[in-house]
């Protein structure tokens, strides 16, 4: 057992320290010394499985060159307006800015009610590359005393209209001039305008329509322009 000493004749025990006093007042207590601890390691769990390792790999991919080998467009497109207000008029024509080629046409119509109406804008002399279909007349009567023009697949032949008509094993077209194409008389006092663009190559510059504007004669007005 501990002990507790002192300067007198005095001794005290005590359960777990000792103690050494040399006066009543000044007591010094020691405290036991630190138990060893033994070192051990603890031994890697084994565990059967399966599973295999496996390694992933992140990329960042990036275009810093692009180019377009080809292109596909849209043969035939077209659109048609909204009414177009008119008023109660005699004639109406109309004028337009347009852009078209040796491979392309645009096809300019005029709906009254439940009826289409060819119209040829002012200004424009003939009717260009007007694709022919297969047992349908032309858009327009033609002025058999000017010239015109047939083409096959774009290549220009020796044919009449209605010989070119009668024929279903190509894309046929003919730029001719028209009889009384410019200007319609309209029966509503409200009209639509159609339009039709037609490519008759992929690699051809498409046609396009800047403005188109519709005039009025007579009528209401003796002069009234209706876009």
Not at 31 to 59: C, D, H, Q, S, W
Not at 185 to 195: E, I, Q
Request: glycine share 6%.
């Amino acid at each position: 057992m501990p002990t507790v000493k002192t300067n007198g004749s005095s001794t005290q025990t005590t359960s777990n320290s000792s103690v050494t006093t040399s006066s009543e007042s000044d007591i010094n207590l020691t405290p036991p010394a630190m138990p060893e601890l033994e070192e051990f390691t603890v031994p890697e769990p084994k565990i059967n499985t399966n599973l295999e390792r496996r390694y992933k790999f992140g990329y960042f991919f990036g275009l810093d060159d692009m180019t377009f080998k080809s292109k596909n467009v849209n043969l035939t497109c077209g659109k048609i307006t909204k009414e177009i207000e008119i008023g109660k008029v005699e004639m109406i024509e109309l004028e337009t800015i347009y852009s078209s080629n040796n491979s392309s046409a645009i096809e300019f119509s005029i709906i009254d009610q439940d009826k289409e109406i060819p119209i040829m804008p002012i200004g424009d002399q003939v009717i260009e590359n007007e694709r022919i279909f297969f047992g349908l007349p032309l858009r327009f009567s033609i002025d058999r005393s000017k010239p015109y023009q047939i083409k096959k697949d774009g290549v220009s032949i020796d044919m009449t209209p209605e010989m070119a008509i009668g024929k279903n094993d190509g894309v046929y077209t003919i730029t001719y001039t028209p009889l009384n194409a410019q200007q319609y008389a309209p029966v509503s006092d409200k009209v639509k305008l159609k339009v039709v663009m037609r490519l008759y190559s992929k690699s051809a510059e498409a046609p396009f329509i800047k403005s188109a504007l519709i005039r009025a004669y007579g009528g209401d007005a003796l002069w009234i322009d209706r876009l």
